[in-house]
């Protein structure tokens, strides 16, 4: 290989076929797996907005790779290049981050032209985990936020969440307490409980209501189960 080669572009003509392929294929594997996310992810962010994020990070990855593999002085300068780049939001539940990694391998393998293996890689592991996904929630009831909002206490907020630690525990298998907010007055607490069957949500919104008939109450449902 002579010197000059090394800074050489390639100029094949089915780099440009290849590329527009891959990025229609790529697009379609990201749609897929925003809707896998939206689907099966207990993750508390807002699911609409953060599946947005996919296309971008696949296709990205993917053009890159597609741009830089011909040419080892292009893969030297992205290494400085992306030495400078700096995240400044933090990915807080691990679940998103595992559909990051996700996304940026399938745009790794398309990158590289893997296509096939690309596919059926990415296809296998949604499967996969779907499975996994469906025989564990079987396993443990239903799994559902509660989020409590209560608004001029005059007690002690300690009193309060004892108070609503007792109730929920009346009707679940078991709780998480997530968040948990005082001030000027204000308690708000977000608690992932596991229940037992649907009748037990109704039991457990009654007697909330009935102790605390000033407060709001929101269930946010992880299941796809229907909406309370």
């Known amino acids: 290989m002579k010197p000059e080669d090394i800074f050489a572009f390639s100029n094949d003509p089915l780099l440009i076929g ?13 749609v897929a797996l925003a809707q896998h996310f939206k689907m099966y992810s207990s993750t508390l962010s807002n699911r609409d907005e953060f599946v947005l994020v996919f296309p971008f990070v696949l296709l990205t990855t993917l053009l890159i790779i597609s741009i830089v593999k011909s040419s080892l002085a292009l893969s030297l300068g992205l290494v400085g290049a992306l030495s400078i780049v700096r995240f400044r939001t933090p990915i807080k539940e691990p679940e998103e981050l595992a559909y990051l990694f996700l996304a940026i391998s399938m745009g790794l393998g398309l990158g590289a032209n893997q296509t096939i293996a690309t596919l059926v890689g990415g296809i296998t592991i949604m499967v996969l985990v779907t499975i996994f996904k469906r025989s564990n929630r ?11 909002d209560m608004k001029d206490m005059d007690g002690d907020s300690k009193d309060y969440l004892n108070r609503i630690n007792a109730i929920i525990s009346k009707h679940t298998i078991g709780s998480d307490l997530r968040r948990y907010d005082v001030r000027s007055g204000l308690l708000e607490a977000t608690y992932f409980i596991d229940l037992p069957s649907m009748e037990n949500l109704s039991s457990l919104m009654d007697d909330l209501k009935l102790e605390y008939p000033e ?13 309370i």
């Open 18 to 30: 290849n590329l527009l392929i891959n990025l229609l294929i790529g697009f379609a594997l990201a």
């Open 138 to 148: 079987d396993n443990k009831g239903k799994n559902i936020y509660l989020s409590i």
């Open 215 to 227: 407060a709001g109450f929101s269930f946010l449902d992880q299941n796809q189960l229907p909406s």
